[in-house]
C-alpha cells in the first residue's frame, strides 16, 4: 500500500512538472511562436553580487564593491546592457535593446543583455557586472537606476576597476571619472516639435498630457510641449494628470476616457510606460466632442521613446521618439578610440528627441480622414528645422508639482 | 457633478467584472478547504492566452474558452500539488502566481518578436428600452456582455452553491470533511473539482480584462495589475458568498472607478487631495471601511487549507 501511494505520488509530481516544462517548451516548438532573431546573448536577471553586503552612501544600494582588483577584460570591446524590462515595452527598453543590437552588428563589440532587472537586485546585478571583468563598458537604461549606478561607479573606480558605466538618463552630480550620463532634457525638442503639431491638429481645443509620475524629465517634456502648443495656437489648452503609477493600463484607460468625455481632449500625448498603454484603447473607443457644436471627432495619441505607431495604427499621430542609439554610438566611440576622458565624469546634454513618421496620418484621405494635411506638415518641417539649427531654443523648465489646471 | 458621478458609476461596473469571476471562482475553491493564492498569476496567463486566441482566430469566444481552458490548467496544477500531495496551499498558491505570470511574460515576448497581438474590446450593448431609462439606463444597460456574464455567473453560482445537493457537498467538504467522507462524499474530488472552477472562473477574469476592457497585453503584471490578490480579499469580504461577492467586487470597482476619474478629472482634484497617490488609495480604504463595518461573523470554513486524508 505505501509502495503504491509512493509511486503514484512520484507519478504525480513527475505529471506535474512535464506539465510545466510542456508549456513552456511549447513555445519553442509551436509555430508562430517560435523566438525571433536576436544577436544579442541574455544573461539571467538574477546575478548575484560576489561581495559582502554593505551599506553605501546612496542608501539604496546594499552591495559593497570590494578592493581586489579585477584582470584587463578578456576580450576587448563587450559591453553589458541593464534593463528593468524588456523590448515589448515599446519604450526605453526596447530603444536601447535596438541600440545594443547596433553596436553588436557595427562596431562589432560583443553584447550582452540583462533584462527585468527588479528594483531590489540592480545593485547586486550591476555590480556582479562590473566585478567580472568581462565588460569594458556596463549601460544601464532607466530612471529606476539612477543613483545605483552611480554610487556602483564610485566605488568600481575607487577599487581600482577598468570598466566604464554609461546610464541612461540620469541627472546625478560629482561623478567619477569612469561614468557618462545622459541628460534627463534628452526628449525637450521632441515635445516642443509634438506640442507645435497637436496645436495644429487639435479640433476640439483640448489636448491631454498624461504621466506616469512627476519627475524633473516628465516636468521638462510637459512645459516643452506646452511651449510648443503655446507658440503655435495660445488658445490650446492642455489638460496634464498625473497617474501615480507607470505600471496600471486599466487606470490609464479610465484616465484617457475620463480626459476625453469631461475635458474634450482630442490628442493625448503620454509618458506613462504602461499606463499609457491604456490611452491608446481610449482613442480606439471613444471619440472627443467639440464644445459648442457637440460634433464627435476622432481621438489621436503621441506614442512615447519608440515608434509606437503599431499599437494603434489609425489613431496614433506621431510618437516623439528617443535616439538613444545617438548616445550609445558616442560612448562606444570614444572607448574605440581611447578618448573616454573626453566624456568621462560628464553629464552629456544631448537633443535625442524628434518626430516619427506620421503612419496613417501622413495624409488626409477619404480612409484616413484624421490625417495631418500637407501645410500642416510643411509647418512643423520648419519649426524642427529651426529648432535643429538653433533658432528656436525649447526651455528646459522643472517644478517641484504638475500645474493644478490646464496651462 | 452629475455627469462625473455618472461617469463613475458607468465604469465601476467592467471595472468590478474581473474581479467579480475571480472572486466567485476562489469562494467555490475556498468554500471546498483550499486556498488558491495564485488567482494573479491565473489571471495573468489568461489575459495573454485570451489575445493571443482572439488575435489569431477572430473569435472572442474562443480567446475567452482557451483562457478558461488555462486557467483550469494552472488550476490542476494546484489541485494536484494541494489536494492529491499535501503540499501547503500557501507556498503552491505562490508559485502558480508566479509561474502564470512568468509563462504569460514569457510567451508575450517571443510573439511580439514577429508580431504585435491587439484587438479591440467588446463593444457596449444596449438593452432595448432600458438604455433609455435617464442615468441609470446608460450606467447599467449600456455594458459589454462579460459584464452581464459576471454578474450572471455569481448569481447562477450561488444558486448552486445554496440550492442543490452538489453545492451542500461543497460546502460540507470544506466545513467537515471527516463527516462528509463518511456520508460518502469523495472529499477530494470536490476540491479537485472546486479549484478547478475556480481555476477556470479566473481564467475568464482575466480574459474579461483583455476582451472587455483593455484588447492589449504588457509584461510586468501591468494589466491585471493586483486584481487577483483583490479577488481574493473580496472573498473575505463576501463572506465566502458569491452574492456578497457582487457587493465586494463592485466596491472595488468603484473605488478604482472614483480614483481613476477623479485623477484624470485633472489638477482640480488633485490639488484637493495632494496628489494621485491619496487617490489610488480610495480603493483599498473603501474595502477597509466595509469590513471594518461588516466584520462580525467572518468565519472562514472550518478546513480551509487543511489537506484531508481518509484515515
Known sequence: MKLKKGVSTIVTVGVVVAAVIIVAGAFYL???????????????????ATATSTVISTGTVTSTVTTQKSTAPPTPHSMAVVLGGDETDLGFNYVAIQAADLIAQQYGWNVSITRDVQYSQQGSVITSLAQSGKYDLVWVVGNQFIGTTEAIANQSYKAGLKTYFAQTPSYWQKLTPNIVLLDQSFQVTGYYEAGVLAAKM????????????WYPS??????????????TNPSVKVYCTVAGTWSDATLGLQIAKTMIQNDHTDIIAQVADATGRGAFTAAQLYNATVPGTGAQVHVSVIGTVADQASLAPNNVMTSVLMNTTAFITAVVQH???GTWSQIGGQDLFMNLGSLSSYHNYSAVSSYTPYGIPASVQTYVSNIVAQVNAGTIKVQQEVTQNPPSGPV | MVDLLTSILQASLPLSMPILFAAV?????ERAGVLNMGVEGIMTLAA?????????????????????AAGIALGLLHSLACVKIGVNQLIVGLLVYTIGGGIADFAYRHVTATTLPIITPLPNLDVPYL????????????????????????VVMGLILYKTTWGLKVRSV????EAADAAGINVNLTRHLCVLIGGALAGLGGAAIILGYLGLYNTGDTVVAGRGWIAIVVVIFARWSPYRAILGAWIFGFGYSVAATLIGSGGGFSALTGNPYFLLMLPYVFALVVILIFHRGTKPPSSLTVPYKRR
Open chain 1, 202 to 213: 487639435t479640433q476640439t481645443g483640448s489636448i491631454g498630457f498624461i504621466i506616469g509620475q
Open chain 1, 218 to 231: 516628465q516636468s521638462m517634456e510637459f512645459y516643452a510641449f506646452v511651449a510648443g502648443v503655446n507658440a
Open chain 1, 30 to 48: 509551436v509555430p508562430g511562436l517560435a523566438p525571433g532573431s536576436n544577436t544579442t546573448t541574455t544573461a539571467t536577471a538574477t546575478a548575484t
Open chain 2, 131 to 154: 438604455t433609455g431609462i435617464p442615468y441609470i439606463g446608460p450606467m447599467i444597460f449600456q455594458q459589454n456582455v462579460l459584464v452581464y456574464l459576471s454578474f450572471a455567473t455569481a
Open chain 1, 335 to 337: 572607448i574605440d578610440a
Open chain 2, 48 to 68: 495573454f492566452v485570451s489575445l493571443w486566441t482572439t488575435f489569431l482566430t477572430g473569435s472572442y469566444l474562443l480567446g475567452a474558452l482557451a483562457a478558461v
Open chain 2, 25 to 29: 471562482g476562489e469562494v467555490y475553491a
Open chain 2, 174 to 177: 470544506g466545513e467537515n470533511p
